[in-house]
């Protein structure tokens, strides 16, 4: 069985920074990809960005600049780093690991920007 938690998140002044970390465990056979999902209330879960095997990254427009994604696969562990927040990326925020058999999330962690 596999299992994602989530970390980091909380409360903070717009134009600050938070890092979310997303710890993968279990049989993990093959870890194609891990994206970052968010969702504000009364609105659907959209994608904030992934990271694929090998590294390579791609980002939601609105977040591009602003948020990176990096990974340690060794540790089946990927960060989210999200810098110049704003209050419109207040959201559980959601992270979701691509294998070859399945795809799994995690419960989530709350993220909070006052302004």
């Known amino acids: 069985q596999v299992r994602l938690v989530e970390s980091g998140g909380g409360l903070v002044q717009a134009g600050g920074s938070l890092r979310l970390s997303c710890a993968a465990s279990?049989?993990?056979?093959?870890?194609?990809?891990m994206g970052w999902y968010r969702q504000a209330p009364g609105k659907q879960r959209e994608l904030v960005g992934t990271m694929y095997s090998g590294s390579l990254t791609n980002y939601a427009d609105s977040v591009k600049g602003r948020f990176t994604i990096s990974g340690d696969t060794a540790k089946n562990t990927v960060w989210l780093q999200m810098n110049s927040l704003k209050p419109e990326d207040t959201a559980v925020y959601y992270c979701?690991?691509?294998?070859?058999?399945?795809?799994?999330w995690g419960q989530g962690t709350q993220v909070t920007v006052s302004s």
């Open positions: 979701k690991l691509y294998t070859d058999r399945s795809q799994y």
């Open positions: 279990g049989s993990i056979f093959s870890m194609n990809a």
